[in-house]
């Protein structure tokens, strides 16, 4: 199957040979072919292409999907009021995440699925292909395993977040559950196909030791490490995450130079959720010491129950851009490629030919719209591997041309 997607205002391709940072192209079209990208070109050259179908953009830009390097869409349980106490002035700390662990253990598998899945299609609405998704919110060896088992049904970027915090179980013996965590459950995720390992190291969660023994364990099971590093206090987790030669350090909230030259030597993407400092009110880090020290920088949701309930990576751009002093093309390029990179993908996060046809249609000529109208619906449609998967009506707009017969 060859699909035309034409009439394409804007068409950001992300290409690394282009010479600006989006590889931006006007009045472009594309073909996929069997979901792949096999041809980038003029709008005025595709009527010579063979296609069996063809896509109408209708004169509005395209970007390639969103890659979402960071959420944890698998729980239970509501954290609404937290939300509304922190907002009145309560300090955000780690130790929330128990009340989502209790309603976690409690909910069945179908409760924890079907929460999953309306979620996931919240996030392909709002354009994104590619979601992580993380254990973390069931800290016994049954209940971590059941996420993992719902999770790697619906991605392949899966992870084992059992090191998230410690269980009131092992609230006096903290060593004991890092023991649980390598001999038992390390071992069962790694048969499962999960890909990664993630730690919360932090203050209330898990020491630099420990965090180091649970990388360590994992890497020789084949799990490949990511870190949520530096979130709340400027520690040694982002030079841990460097030494580990992890894929990316998430948070990195508190990134000193030296911090940002490990990142940087070791290739580890700094993975910047603007969500959570937007609901904790903790102090937006400045990409522009990121990009300044040669860090490679991704923007992810976080998507949680407690310190950042938002599944929208146009709601995290408009952040970044307003508070985090990214500019737009630096945003869009961080929660496309930077995603990809941060889970070391080359076949998603681009538009260019071999990469997965995984896209997303505005409903604006330019892809300046996603930061320049927050909160407004900028997605029309959405696609992944050349398939549409979500579609918003427009009031602005005629409707995306549907796929059509050529």
Partial sequence: MRVLVTDISE???????????LGVCHDAAFIA???IVAWVG?????????????????????????VDSHSHPLFAGDRSEEFAARMAGSEYSAGGIRSTVDATRKAS??????????????AEHSGTTTLEIKSGYGLTVDDELRQLDIAVRYSPE????AAHVVPPEYAEDPDGYVDLIIDRLIPAAAERGVRWIDVFCERGAFTEEQTDRLLTAGAQAGLLPRLHANQLTAGGALKLAAAHGAASADHATFASDEDLAALAAAGTVATLLPSIEFSTRQPYPDAR??????????IASDCNPGSGFSSSLPFCIAI???DMHFTVEQALWAATAGGAAALRRTDIGRLTPGAR???????APGYRYLAYRPGVQQIAQVYRAGSLIAANPSPYMSPAAPEENA
Wanted: no cysteine; charged share 25%; glycine share 6%.
């Fill in 109 to 122: 598998d179908q409760e924890l699925e079907d929460n999953l899945t309306r979620l996931i299609a919240q």
């Fill in 158 to 161: 899966t992870t084992l977040m």
């Fill in 320 to 322: 970044a851009v307003r």
């Fill in 11 to 21: 068409l950001v391709t992300n290409d690394p040979e282009a010479d600006d940072l």
């Fill in 42 to 66: 003029p709008a005025s050259e595709a009527a010579a292409q063979p296609v069996d179908q063809v896509v109408r953009a209708r004169g509005r830009a395209v970007i390639p999907g969103f």
């Fill in 33 to 35: 072919e069997d979901g």
């Fill in 289 to 298: 010491r990121y990009f300044a020290a040669g860090v490679t920088v991704a």
């Fill in 357 to 363: 046809a995984d896209f997303a249609v505005l409903d």
